[in-house]
């Protein structure tokens, strides 16, 4: 149907706004009781109450269920070769991620299993998760290259990702710098002048990424290295992101800053000045509570980042390392427990905020007129059973640009 109603939606729960909000903004959201949305061609026509909208012959009936935008991923990893099952042993006997990753685990092991992957194979295994996820209810989702540390392997990536981009909502990253490979783990300086000197160029001037991005970490990329490779980015007109903070806090939340990066992820162990920078910059602060949960660490302080006025966003992290799951529903689920963000405040950070990390906002991320229709009928009487329920799917019929993309059989 390219035209077509949802009616007798108990709640419809949604942000509002076409760029990331913060403080006290980010949990005011618009809520909706007997709503309908109006859809035609993929857009958003109507967002009210039921009883003001124009009748259509077309209607689809949600009975009384709770209605939110489509879910926004906008930290994954997914187009990768082979899993890293075999790490969990080492994990439980108290190796840490450094750790395995200096022995040659970790992401370099991923990369291994990548650069021997076909384009065929990765474009298959991607695809079939992008449809799990949206079987979940996330319709826009970010991927990031950094499993081939070499120009071959990072271009068969990044174009696996566009062309899955063909079907499906998907932005591309350039993640060259995700570690140092083992032949230039004595010269990583070296490393990153490739990534400058070849890698970035041959990317941009394809239009392979709409954004760059680097591992600034301990015994990874330091932020000399890392504002070299944002700098060059952002001279070939790419977008330019940070994995910040993760383990060692070296201030890459406030090179983010500084740069005027458009988020900067993870940011467990950020300091206050660098996380006032942020706020000052306007930089996104997108959260990974999956990767806490599946690495057994702390979380990130997203309380404080509210309370100074950071925008909050999460994401999954899906990868096959720190965070094999892609269920944004469980990362909501964290977002409340672990991140104690309320449940307006953990949607806004799920669907807007997450948009406006990956440059959406303007289309995606809320319910509003001239928006795409990425709609998510959940199983959920109210706002709050969506994050109060964990380990089931509760999605009940999503919408991809207006597409219906979902089962429509009560899932509780």
Not at 37 to 61: L, Q, W
Not at 287 to 315: E, H, Q, W
Not at 322 to 346: D, G, H, I, W
Request: a negative charge.
């Amino acid at each position: 149907m390219s035209e077509y109603q949802i009616i007798n939606i108990g709640l419809l729960a949604t942000p509002q706004g076409s760029s990331a909000l913060s403080g006290e903004p980010q949990g005011k959201i618009r809520l909706i009781k007997n709503a309908a949305i109006g859809v035609k061609n993929g857009k958003i026509t109507y967002v009210g109450e039921m009883e003001d909208a124009a009748r259509a012959s077309n209607v689809i009936d949600a009975a009384g269920r709770l209605v939110t935008p489509g879910l926004v991923d906008a930290h994954t990893h997914l187009v990768f070769g082979g899993f890293r099952q075999h790490e969990l042993g080492l994990k439980l006997a108290g190796a840490s991620y450094l750790e395995i990753l200096q022995s040659g685990g970790g992401i370099l092991s991923t990369v291994e299993a990548t650069r021997a992957a076909s384009y065929d194979e990765l474009y298959t295994k991607g695809a079939a998760f992008l449809d799990e996820m949206l079987n979940h209810g996330t319709t826009t989702v970010e991927i990031k290259s950094g499993y081939g540390l070499d120009l071959e392997t990072e271009l068969k990536q990044l174009r696996v990702i566009n062309d899955l981009a063909k079907s499906y909502n998907v932005v591309p990253t350039f993640l060259g710098a995700h570690a140092v490979p083992t032949d230039f783990s004595k010269s990583p300086d070296s490393f990153v002048d490739l990534v400058v000197n070849e890698m970035l160029p041959v990317v941009a001037s394809q239009k392979l990424a709409k954004y760059c991005d680097i591992f600034c970490e301990k015994s990874v990329f330091n932020i000399g290295q890392s504002r070299r490779v944002l700098k060059a980015a952002k001279a070939l007109g790419l977008g330019v992101k940070i994995h910040a903070d993760e383990i060692v806090s070296m201030g890459g939340a406030g090179l983010a800053a500084e740069l005027g990066a458009v988020s900067a992820d993870h940011l467990l162990e950020s300091g206050d000045e660098d996380l006032a920078a942020m706020a000052q910059a306007g930089t996104i602060a997108v959260l990974l509570p999956a990767t806490s949960f599946y690495l057994n660490k702390g979380y990130a302080r997203a309380r404080d980042m509210i309370n100074k006025n950071v925008p909050v966003a999460v994401a999954s992290d899906f990868n096959p390392g720190s965070s094999p799951s892609y269920n944004m529903q469980f990362v909501l689920n964290l977002a409340c427990l672990k991140l104690r963000l309320t449940p307006a405040e953990a949607l806004t950070a799920a669907t807007l905020n997450a948009a406006a990390a990956i440059g959406l906002a303007d289309t995606k991320g809320s319910l509003e007129v001239g928006k795409d229709a990425d709609i998510a009928v959940w199983d959920c009487p109210d706002l709050n059973f969506l994050f109060y329920r964990y380990g089931n799917n509760q999605a009940y019929k999503i919408f991809a640009q207006g597409d219906d993309s979902q089962r429509s059989t009560p899932l509780n």
